[in-house]
């Protein structure tokens, strides 16, 4: 086995960040619960490259009780990140500290339950399992520089990834609709990992489409954020944790601000869909290119 083609980098670089983050996410770090998150979904989007389908599951089933275990504290996290973005002169402070102390003490009870669930996932176990498939020859690294069929096998996995994207933005059409343009932006994240992955086996350098997807992922990101946001005042707002009508005039307050934030947002992503549309149109293009080159491949339809 080479030590150090791509392929095998790529696996033990995004193992290796979830490792270093997990530590803190358990002591409830803001950073490395969102550090440990993402690594778990860049470390699912590697195994089925590198490992046979059957046992690339199991892995990436484990790995995804990683990413489902850190999700919701994560999310309060942003909430709260989000509420410090707020303009306290557009918002009263008492409203805002309520629910500050609301997410809060749910934060805490969350980040209990996340531990528990972290710790259920023997991590040392999973790495030593992907050295021993190493070590049997089922996680087979070529001794070349790249692996040619490793890059297609990418390149075909972003290509269906851009078709999802792309129906998911024809779905979305340019109306607001929250449920479809949260498609969006998980299209758009997957696509992004998927070109990642291509990217660092191939040592191309191109990162025009990366960054495009980065921006909209973190725009509609924004406005997923808002609108959980707005949907956890609203239960406020019906729950004894309103006590008075003055505290819920002032959460309408803050829900009229966050949607209009979330008009605005939608504005712009309105004015990056064609350029969002060009680069699926070029993923699907440059992987149905590399098949139409490979000997005795079938010409297009």
């Given amino acids: ?24 996410a ?16 860049r470390l699912r989007e590697a195994l089925p490259l590198a490992l046979a389908h059957g046992r690339a599951r199991k892995l990436e089933r484990k790995v995804r009780r990683l990413t489902r275990a ?44 996340m531990c528990r669930e972290v710790t259920r996932v023997d991590l040392e176990k999973l790495r030593h399992r992907i050295g021993r498939l190493a070590a049997r020859g089922r996680l087979t690294f070529r001794a070349a ?16 990834r851009a078709l999802r994207l792309r129906a998911a933005i024809d779905s979305a059409a340019g109306i607001y609709l929250p449920d479809r343009l949260h498609e969006v932006r998980i299209a758009s994240k997957k696509l992004r990992y998927a070109l990642e ?26 406005m997923h954020d808002l609108e959980v946001l707005i949907a956890r005042v609203r239960a406020i707002q019906g729950s004894s944790q309103a006590p008075n009508l003055r505290l819920s005039a002032d959460l309408d307050r803050l829900v009229r601000r966050l949607e209009t934030e979330c008009r605005q947002i939608h504005s712009h992503y309105t004015g990056l869909r064609s350029k969002l549309v060009a680069v699926c149109d070029q993923t699907i293009q440059a992987s149905a290119g590399v098949r139409g080159s490979r000997p005795g491949a079938r010409p297009a339809a």
């Fill in 70 to 113: 850190l999700g919701p504290v994560r999310e309060l996290d942003v909430a709260l990140q989000t509420l410090d973005t707020l303009d306290t002169a557009s918002v009263p402070a008492a409203a805002l500290s309520r629910l500050r102390q609301v997410i809060r003490l749910e934060r805490r009870r969350l980040h209990a339950d």
């Fill in 1 to 24: 086995m080479t030590p150090h083609t791509p392929a095998e980098l790529l696996i033990r670089q995004r193992l290796r960040a979830l490792v270093r983050a997990l530590p803190g």
């Fill in 145 to 160: 520089a790249r692996d040619p069929r490793r890059l297609t096998r990418a390149q075909a996995l972003a290509a269906r």
């Fill in 26 to 41: 358990e002591k409830g770090e803001v950073e490395p619960i969102h550090r440990a998150r993402v690594a778990t979904r």
């Fill in 197 to 222: 992955v291509t990217r660092d086996l191939s040592g191309s350098r191109a990162g025009a489409g990366l960054r495009l997807l980065k921006e909209v992922q973190d725009l509609l990101g924004r």
